[in-house]
């Protein structure tokens, strides 16, 4: 009985996202996936998320899920919003009581603390038309 408890503790574990530090080549690792999240949480809880599968993207919130395609002028946009929120990443800010950003899939998270403002995200969902 022991044996099979540990063992799912095991694949629990390993099935878990591993931490790693926001660089560009660990972003890239998960974006080479096709299959990952990029989630906005705001200081105050409020989770926001934009998930890629393939050439699909779900937009989730407190407002209905919004399913539709990925054009590849809008992969650019959504890289390109990712390159600066990186670029503004902050070790001296603490996720917990800051507005932060998570990017994972199934084997990695980074997660990028940057010291601006919320409106990025607001921004980005305003011009990808999404609700």
Known sequence: MKG???????????G??????PTVENINTIFDSKDFTFEFIKSD???ES???RGDYLVY??????YRREVSYDEVLLINDFIQKILNLHSDL???ETSSHYIIKNTAYKVVIVP??????????MKTLKLP
């Open 45 to 47: 809880g409020v989770k």
């Open 115 to 124: 010291n601006q403002e919320d409106y990025y995200f607001e921004a980005l």
């Open 50 to 52: 934009l998930s890629f």
């Open 16 to 21: 878990c996202a591993q931490k790693v530090d």
């Open 4 to 14: 099979v408890l540990l063992f799912l503790i095991l694949i629990f574990v390993a």
């Open 60 to 65: 989730k919130s407190d407002k209905p899920i």
């Open 93 to 95: 800010l603490d996720p």
